[in-house]
């Protein structure tokens, strides 16, 4: 069996060969390098930097201007979905508020309907018709439209968090349920359509960029709106987790929920503010994705809830509650953006990007039980020794 | 003399680079009673653990009958004959008797891997009988008692064939009748020739079942010999290496009039029933009770933490409605609950995150709501881990399920101080912390009284109880049925108030199971 | 009498799947005779089976506190082996559904061998394993349909004494679950492992191997399940079996499985939770409900069962700690 390595003083100093002092050096700088807060954040730069020497596109401008477009929005789901993993739960219903506030959203303010497409919708005539939505061709349009949206999923959010408080029903169930019920509603309120014909305003915030870089073929974006979304966010998450009451309780109702509840944690109310965060946050990525697109599409979303999972793990975030930082959540994003792009720069197929994506789900996990190992000085629990 | 069963030779153990286990040498004959004791982290539980398989040592080796013996797994130590009764039973909860008995094997039917079920349950009859439990094999774990799950776990180590079996304090939650049970049961066991090592932080019960007695100290042993040569005060001598003069702070302050917390009349059916007493400021009120007496659940529901249906407790003669935990702590209540893993700590986080847990709305910024004034908070924290004196080398990093038992009990004291508290209701302070700890915390709990503080004491130790409080209440069966004032405290009186009720109770039979 | 009604009570609620199940039945019967003909019954049950085998798995592995989020990636990849096989080589039925199982077993090995050996958590490693999975199937398949010859979908067809093969191969599956669960000391291990890991250890229970059983059970229950899906099907297209792990936890789920192990059964069970949400579908479909409302309603009954499930299990918690003494 391996013994420890790392933390362990010298046993004596006298007879240390130098053999054995290089060994040691090495393993203090490998135990370093894996214990450290931003392990993802070295792994995502050497891997970078490895790969741009065989890859000098990837350094470009047109490619760093589009990875920095894909790591915004993913980035305000993950810290969304690391509110929950952190009180000890988890929100498979991300995606399916992504898909209801995308449409709600959308036929709030859209400026016209295809009367072919959604004469048939129980909402036709009433709230909308062929003229748009309640706001659509206003001023405000765009503001009224986000507004309405991070609404829905803030209560879609508290909705989830009251049935995993109060009424005690597992998390993963609850979620998974309203997951299956909210893209349900959202494909039978749009009858499977998109819904088009949105204010510029609303396009701009996921289309268009702060100052731009000429390059040979024309210029590219250099700082997307929608950075300043996710990094308003961002300093947002981290002041409630890091200096605010709630970022204790959080923490606190991750780690053992019946202490916490005995120390004068409103347990119940901290849950459902999770979920609600995690509810906000899928619609704030909502608006992202869906002025992206461009138009309301009832199947937003449909494919990133592994993603959002897979970037959280990565970036060490617990499954089993009581640990995780805003930065992580950044390191963990990423990685997994920039490993997706250089997967498809190098002309690999899908269907490779999807299994060499889950083997890097794999190892990161496995760097994860090692570094805990280390830590642990290697403590052989549950591990039976042979003699 | 015969040949020792059992050798430790040389055996060695580190964890995190810190020894737990230095060169321990000791040798056991069979048929005999050792008793093992040592303070918490003095390295029995870690020995035993090498023992029964469940880690490896580093160095050393074991010697079974003469033959090295090499601890591979739990399953190995079976095989061997080694048997581990845990301090926490090792029982599914929700499976029954039957399958924990066999949970490593069943009889089968022929070559088949189908259990042989008349089998399995003849036999379990028959092992329970040896414990003389009569219980049908079928009834599931989680509806006996502590004393009958703990028969259940012996009666295992039996069928299995155990020679060699080790107890792990095994008397914590057990009642005294139960208790008597069981050290008939070990005397009946070592006239059969098995073998037995007891640990036990009860020094009396080790004097009166042992043999001979061992003595740890930081990884080694320091002291071993039959037992004719110790007495309870030689043995915590060897234990912490000095003499120890008192077990108890001496009490000085005395309670003064103004009442602090009033119950009146407060019952809720099947648990607790029509229980009333007044706390005064600056008064220890004991709490003593067998298991299953209510005590615990009447902390619970003085806290706020369980509903009640009549009666009323009032704090500083305000009426208390809608109770939570949050509403109690604002009205100056703290609760140090009895399990420090599931209710009192965040085992994975540092001593200061787990302080500060309860008196974060204290530590509120006014000018942005919500936040936390974060100095104040390290300042206040930084001043608890210094007078309670916890031993801690990163207080800020280091998780606090690294700590000794005593460090972490007073953490929890610590969290609950910080919320400045003028009642605080303890239940069961010194579970499983050592003897000098044990003194720490009696201390802490006199210099909040001489604070003019009221504490509610919860205990099944009866002699710490009558150590150090001012008066004492028993419970039995949900009721208080006796009240004793410091004068008053008659160890055999308070007994027999505990026993009340319990005295013509056998042990719960299979019609449990059916209701 | 307060006993009498708390007795009924506590029957109620430990018997809660399966008044589900029959409140379901009524329900729909009521608002549509046709749905209680025994030609719909069959079909329920036909349609149920793919999804029973698969849940039956998924249950032992959830009962050793441990979760199977990759069937539906194995069911497609042994599903697309099996039918790549027939295409190529005109292999018959039998062997392709021992490829098919044999691909089954593989992918249940390899769970097995990273949550025991290397000791990542279930959830991570069986998430990791479907999107791997997904993407090794639609290498093989070119993600184009791979579509099954006329002797596969006639087992699909086939019928055994009047019953449907796929019933009676669930009906195979769920005997034999319930047989290794209940009446082997494998099956007593599983539960103790899911009750406690550490503990289960201590009580000289080879963990890694019970839990490796454990995956590999379901890894090839999995690609069984996908075989007599196929052939009903007849084709295995590009999505086949996406969503099916939700479907088939929520199926353990509904019949009373925890999430957190120890505690569940496959009979009456998980067959229970299987059919009901077949039950569901089909109702939805006989009743003319709005195709798009199908799904919302669905949804709304399978949160209904959750719910219920959650009440028992706090209501007979609170019963059990009034019963902790008995009062005179």
């Known amino acids: ?387 | 003399m015969s040949e020792p069963i059992l050798q430790f030779e040389h055996v060695s153990k580190s964890f995190f680079g810190a020894m737990a286990l230095t060169d321990i040498t000791l040798a056991v004959r069979p048929g005999m009673v050792l008793g093992l004791v040592g303070e918490n982290g003095a390295g029995k539980s870690t020995l035993m653990n090498i023992l029964g398989g469940v880690i490896a040592s580093d160095e050393g080796q074991i010697r079974l009958e003469g033959r090295p013996y090499s601890t591979g797994s739990p399953a190995e130590a079976t095989r061997a004959g080694i048997a581990f009764i845990h301090q926490e039973l090792n029982l599914f909860s929700h499976l029954s008797i039957l399958d924990n008995l066999f949970i490593d094997g069943f009889p089968r039917i022929g070559r088949t891997p189908l259990i042989h079920r008349r089998e399995a349950v003849r036999r379990a009859k028959e092992a329970l009988a040896a414990v003389n439990l009569s219980i049908s094999p079928r009834t599931r774990v989680d509806r006996l008692t502590p004393g009958q799950k703990q028969l259940v776990e012996i009666a295992k180590a039996l069928h299995g064939g155990a020679q060699i079996i080790i107890f792990d304090e095994p008397t914590t939650s057990l009642t005294s009748r139960e208790t008597e049970r069981l050290f008939a049961l070990i005397e009946r066991l070592r006239r059969e020739g098995r073998t037995i090592l007891y640990i036990s932080h009860v020094l009396a019960d080790v004097l009166r079942l042992a043999d001979e007695i061992a003595v740890l100290r930081d990884g080694k042993v320091v002291r071993t010999g039959p037992k004719a040569e110790f007495d309870i005060n030689a043995m915590i001598a060897a234990m912490v290496g000095r003499q120890v003069d008192q077990l108890h702070p001496i009490r000085r302050g005395k309670p003064a009039d103004k009442v602090l917390m009033s119950v009146a009349g407060v019952t809720e059916p099947g648990i607790v029933k029509d229980i009333s007493f007044d706390l005064h400021e600056g008064e220890i009120l004991g709490l003593f009770g067998l298991m299953g007496s209510g005590r615990t659940e009447l902390g619970r529901i003085l806290f706020g933490l369980d509903p009640f249906r009549s009666g009323t407790i009032d704090m500083c003669g305000q009426p208390r409605r809608r109770r939570t935990a949050r509403r109690s702590i604002a009205a100056g209540m703290a609760f140090v609950t009895e399990d420090r893993r599931e209710e009192g700590l965040l085992m994975e986080a540092p001593v200061t995150e787990n302080m500060a847990l309860v008196a974060l709305p204290n530590c509120r910024r006014n000018r942005v709501p919500g936040t936390l004034d974060r100095l104040a908070l390290r300042r206040s924290v930084d001043e608890m881990i210094a007078s309670l004196k916890i031993k801690c080398v990163s207080p800020r990093t280091a998780a606090v399920k690294s700590l000794s038992g005593g460090n972490q009990q007073k953490t929890v004291i610590g969290k609950w101080l910080l919320g400045r508290p003028m009642v605080c209701i303890l239940d069961e302070p010194t579970r499983g912390i050592d003897v000098g700890a044990r003194y720490e915390v009696y201390s802490i709990i006199n210099d909040l009284a001489d604070r003019g503080n009221g504490l509610l004491c919860i205990s099944s130790e009866l002699e710490e109880l009558m150590g150090i409080c001012d008066s004492l209440l028993v419970m039995s069966k949900g009721r208080i049925c006796g009240r004793f004032r410091r004068d008053e405290f008659d160890k055999e009186r308070i007994l027999a108030a505990a026993f009340e009720g319990h005295l013509e109770r056998g042990p719960r039979g299979s019609s449990g199971a059916s209701n | 009498m307060g006993s009498l009604r708390q007795g009924t009570l506590t029957a109620v609620l430990r018997n809660v799947p399966i008044l589900m199940f029959a409140g379901t039945f009524v329900v729909f019967g009521l608002l549509t005779p046709r749905f209680l003909e025994y030609q719909s019954l069959e079909n329920i049950a036909k349609q149920a089976s793919y999804i029973g085998i698969i849940a039956v798995g998924e249950t032992v592995v959830l009962l050793t506190a441990g979760i199977d989020l990759s069937v539906g990636s194995n069911m497609y990849v042994s599903a697309v082996a099996a039918g790549l096989l027939m295409e190529r080589f005109a292999i018959s039925p039998l062997p392709a559904l021992l490829v098919c199982l044999t691909v089954g077993l593989l992918f249940g090995l390899f769970n097995a061998f990273a949550v025991t050996r290397l000791h990542i958590i279930p959830f991570v490693v069986t998430l990791a394993t479907q999107f791997a999975g997904r993407g090794l199937g639609w290498m093989l398949s070119k993600s184009r349909a791979v579509t099954f010859p006329q002797s596969v979908t006639g087992l699909g067809a086939a019928e055994l004494l009047g019953i449907p093969a796929p019933v009676v191969i669930f009906a195979v599956v769920v005997l034999l679950a319930w047989v290794v669960l209940t009446r082997t000391t494998l099956g007593r291990q599983i539960y103790a492992v899911g009750h406690g890991l550490e503990a289960a250890r201590k009580a000289g229970v080879d963990t890694r191997r019970v839990q490796a059983t454990a995956y590999i059970i379901c890894g090839v229950l999995a690609s069984l399940g996908g075989f007599v899906s196929v052939a009903q099907l007849g084709n295995v297209n590009s999505g086949f079996g996406q969503m099916v792990e939700f479907q088939a936890i929520a199926a353990a789920v509904l019949g009373g499985a925890s999430l957190f192990g120890g505690i569940g059964n496959v009979f009456p069970g998980t067959v229970l939770g299987a059919l009901l949400i077949q039950m569901v579908w089909a109702g939805l479909v006989a009743t003319r409900t709005d195709l798009y409302l199908q799904p919302l309603i669905a949804a709304a009954i399978i949160f209904l069962a959750v719910l219920l499930d959650s009440v028992r299990n706090t209501v007979l918690a609170r019963l059990g700690r009034h019963n902790i003494r008995v009062e005179e």
């Open chain 1, 1 to 387: 069996m391996d013994r420890p390595s790392g933390d362990r003083p010298v046993q004596s100093s006298g007879n240390v060969t130098s053999q054995t002092r290089i060994a040691r050096l090495k393993e203090v700088v490998i135990g370093r390098a894996l214990l450290s807060d931003s392990f993802v954040l070295y792994l995502s730069v050497a891997y970078f930097v490895v790969l741009w020497v065989f890859l000098p596109r990837l350094g470009s401008a047109r490619n760093l201007s589009n990875l920095s477009s894909n790591i915004w929005p993913l980035l305000v789901l993950v810290i969304g979905q690391m509110f929950v993993l952190i009180v000890g739960g988890i929100d498979l219903s991300q995606t399916s508020i992504m898909a209801i506030t995308s449409v709600c959203g959308a036929l709030m303010i859209t400026s016209g309907l295809d009367p072919e497409l959604f004469a048939a919708n129980p909402l036709w005539g009433v709230f909308v018709g062929e003229q748009g939505g309640p706001a659509g061709g206003s001023v405000a349009a765009a503001p009224v439209g986000i507004a309405f949206m991070l609404a829905i999923g803030t209560l879609i959010g508290s909705a989830n968090g009251l049935a995993v408080a109060r009424l005690k029903m597992p998390p993963f169930m609850v979620t998974l349920v309203s997951m299956f019920f909210f893209s349900g509603l959202a494909i039978c309120i749009t009858r499977s359509e998109n819904v088009r014909n949105l204010p510029d305003a609303f396009l701009a915030i996921g289309q268009n960029y702060l100052g731009r870089v000429p390059t040979a073929r024309g210029s590219v974006g250099l700082v997307p709106y929608s950075f300043f979304a996710a990094l308003a966010l961002a300093v947002a998450a981290w002041f409630v987790l890091a200096r605010t009451i709630l970022g204790r309780w959080l923490y606190a109702v991750g780690m053992n929920r019946r202490a916490a509840t005995v120390s004068g944690v409103p347990t119940d109310r901290v849950i459902v503010w999770a979920y609600a965060v995690s509810g906000f946050c899928a619609a704030l990525g909502s608006v992202l994705y869906s002025s992206r697109l461009g138009a309301g599409r009832p199947t937003l979303g449909e494919n990133v809830l592994l993603d959002i999972i897979g970037a959280a793990v990565i970036g060490g975030i617990s499954l089993f509650g009581g640990k995780g930082k805003v930065r992580w959540a950044f390191y963990g994003v990423l990685f997994f953006v920039l490993l997706d792009s250089s997967l498809y720069m190098l002309n690999l197929k899908f269907y490779t990007v999807n299994i060499v994506k889950g083997v890097v789900i794999l190892v990161a996990a496995l760097l994860d039980v090692l570094r805990n190992r280390i830590r642990l000085g290697w403590a052989p629990t549950g591990r039976a020794v042979t003699a």
